[in-house]
C-alpha cells in the first residue's frame, strides 16, 4: 500500500466527493471580483500603508506595493491555472491535496488559518481605530482600556509579551463577531453587502487620491529610500523588503475568491476571471495611495493605525474628506473581515469534507446552505485574536501564513504541468518555468525579509498542527481509509 502522507487525489476523486454540494451557486464574475477587492482593500490601504512608511520603508513604500504586487501577480496567474481545473472550495488545500499529497494539503489548511482567521482578527484591530476616531468626531470617546489591545510585544518582533494595563479591544472583537453573523446567513446576502461597501469604499479612496493629489509636496518623497540605521529591516533597502513582506498580507483577496469558486456559477471561466481583475485594480490603487499618503506629510507622522484620517487632516483644506474617509474605512474594513470569515469557514468545510476536521466544521445550514459551524468558530477566534493583540504582530503572521501557501500554490502548478499534463486547463499559465519559479521565489524572499520571531511564531504553529494531524486527521481520514480497504 503506497504511502497516505504522500498520496495525491485525482481530480476525479475530489469532484466526486463534491458533487450535490448543497453549497448555493450563487455567484458571477464581477460579484467574485468585487469578492476579492472587498477583501484586499482594507487595512492595507487604511492602515498598513501608513504604519510601514513610517516603520520601516519611508515614501519607498511604493515600491513595497510593487514588489509585493509583482509577487501576488505571480501568485495570482498560478491560482487562476489552479482554480480553472479544481473550481471548488478549499483553494491552495485543495490544490495541494491534488499535488503534493495528504500532509502536504493539511499543513496547508492549518497555514491558511493565519491567513484568513488571523488576517480578520488583524483587520478587526485596523477597524477598531478608526471606530474610536469615528465617534471622536461626534465627540464620544470610549475608555482606552476598552479599545487597546491587554498584550504587546516587548520590542519590535519580540516573542515576549508585556500587559498594557486595557482589557480588551472591544470594538475589534465586536465587529468580528458581527461580520461572523453576516456570513452566517447566506453567500448571496454576504456578497449583496460587500458589492454595495466596495463600491463606496473605491468611491472614498479614489476621493482621497485625486484630491490629495493637489496638496502633495515633492519634499515629503525626499529622500525617498531613507537610509538603513544599522539594523535590518529598518530603512534601506531591508525595510522595502521588510515592508513588502509584511504588507503582503493586503493582497490575500484573490485567494478568497478561490475559496468561493463552489459557489461560481461558471467556476472554470468566471473564478480566473475574478482572481485577476480584482488583483490589477488592488494593486493601482494601492500604489497610487501610497504615493499620496507619503506626499501629504512628512512619513513619520504616518505612525498611526489609522493613517489617511492623520494624513488629510494635517491640510485644512482636506478636512472635509476626513468627514467621509473615516466611516468608508469603517464599511470598507467591515467588507474585509467578512469576506475573510467566508473564505476561512469554506477551507474548515473542505477538510472537514476530507476528514481532517472533525465533521461538525462540515454542517452546513439547512435554511441558509452556509457552513454555519466552521463560520461561528471562524468568527470567535478572530475576535479573541483582534480584542487580545496588536495589529503589528497579528499582520507579521498573516503575512508570513499567506506567503507559504502561495510558495506551495506556485510549485503545485509546475509540478502538475509534468505529472497530469492531459488534465483540462480552462486556464492556463504562459512560461510555467519561469512564472512559477519565479512567484515562489518573490515569496521566499519577501518571508525570509520578516523578523526572525514571527518564524519562531509559525515553527509553533506548524508543531501544533503537525500534532493535531498525528493524533487525529490521520486516523479520521476518508483518504487514508480508502486505501486501506483496497
Request: glycine share 10%.
Amino acid at each position: 500500500m503506497s504511502n497516505p502522507l504522500l498520496a495525491t487525489k485525482t481530480f476525479d476523486q475530489i469532484e466526486t466527493e463534491h458533487t450535490g454540494s448543497p453549497l448555493k451557486r450563487a455567484l458571477g464574475p464581477w460579484q467574485l471580483t468585487l469578492l476579492g477587492v472587498g477583501c484586499t482593500i482594507g487595512t492595507g490601504i487604511f492602515v498598513l500603508t501608513g504604519l510601514q512608511a513610517a516603520q520601516h520603508a519611508g515614501p519607498a513604500i511604493v515600491l513595497s506595493f510593487i514588489i509585493a504586487g509583482l509577487g501576488s501577480l505571480f501568485a495570482g496567474l498560478c491560482y487562476a491555472e489552479f482554480s480553472s481545473m479544481v473550481p471548488l472550495a478549499g483553494s491552495a488545500y485543495t490544490y495541494s491535496y491534488a499535488t503534493l499529497g495528504e500532509f502536504a494539503a493539511w499543513f496547508i489548511g492549518w497555514d491558511l488559518l493565519l491567513e484568513y482567521a488571523v488576517a480578520a482578527g488583524t483587520v478587526a484591530v485596523g477597524w477598531s481605530r478608526y471606530f474610536v476616531k469615528f465617534l471622536h468626531q461626534l465627540q464620544l470617546d470610549l475608555p482606552a482600556a476598552l479599545t487597546s489591545a491587554p498584550f504587546q510585544a516587548v520590542t519590535e518582533g519580540s516573542m515576549r509579551l508585556e500587559k498594557t494595563g486595557a482589557i480588551i479591544n472591544l470594538p475589534a472583537f465586536a465587529i468580528a463577531l458581527f461580520a461572523a453573523g453576516i456570513c452566517y446567513v447566506g453567500i448571496s446576502e454576504s456578497a449583496r453587502v460587500n458589492a454595495f461597501v466596495v463600491m463606496l469604499k473605491i468611491s472614498v479612496i479614489v476621493a482621497v487620491i485625486g484630491c490629495g493629489a493637489f496638496f502633495v509636496s515633492s519634499a515629503n518623497w525626499h529622500p525617498f529610500i531613507p537610509p538603513n540605521t544599522g539594523a535590518w529591516g529598518n530603512f534601506g533597502w531591508s525595510g522595502v523588503l521588510r515592508a513588502s513582506g509584511v504588507i503582503f498580507f493586503a493582497y490575500i483577496g484573490f485567494d478568497a475568491v478561490s475559496t468561493a469558486a463552489q459557489e461560481a456559477r461558471n467556476p472554470h471561466r468566471d473564478v480566473p476571471f475574478g482572481l485577476l481583475m480584482g488583483l490589477g485594480i488592488c494593486t493601482l490603487l494601492y500604489i497610487l495611495m501610497a504615493a499620496v499618503l507619503t506626499g501629504l506629510v512628512p512619513y513619520p507622522q504616518l505612525n498611526d493605525a489609522a493613517p489617511v484620517a492623520v494624513a488629510l487632516e494635517a491640510h485644512p483644506q482636506l478636512k472635509w474628506l476626513s468627514v467621509f474617509v473615516v466611516p468608508g474605512a469603517l464599511l470598507g474594513l467591515t467588507s474585509v473581515i467578512l469576506v475573510l470569515i467566508l473564505a476561512q469557514a469554506r477551507i474548515l468545510l473542505a477538510m472537514s469534507t476530507d476528514g481532517l476536521l472533525p465533521a461538525g466544521f462540515g454542517a452546513v445550514h439547512e435554511k441558509f446552505r452556509t457552513p454555519h459551524v466552521a463560520t461561528l468558530v471562524t468568527g470567535i477566534f478572530a475576535a479573541l485574536l483582534g480584542g487580545l493583540f496588536p495589529i503589528g504582530i497579528l499582520s507579521e503572521l498573516v503575512s508570513i501564513g499567506t506567503l507559504l501557501a502561495f510558495v506551495m500554490v506556485c510549485l503545485g502548478v509546475l509540478v502538475l504541468r509534468y505529472t497530469r499534463p492531459a488534465q483540462p486547463r480552462p486556464f492556463r499559465v504562459l512560461w510555467p518555468w519561469f512564472t512559477c519559479l519565479a512567484g515562489a521565489a518573490s515569496c521566499v524572499l519577501m518571508a525570509v525579509s520578516l523578523p526572525s520571531d514571527t518564524w519562531i511564531r509559525l515553527v509553533i504553529w506548524a508543531v501544533a498542527g503537525i500534532l493535531i494531524y498525528i493524533f487525529y486527521s490521520r486516523h479520521h481520514s476518508k483518504l487514508r481509509r480508502l486505501k486501506s480497504d483496497r
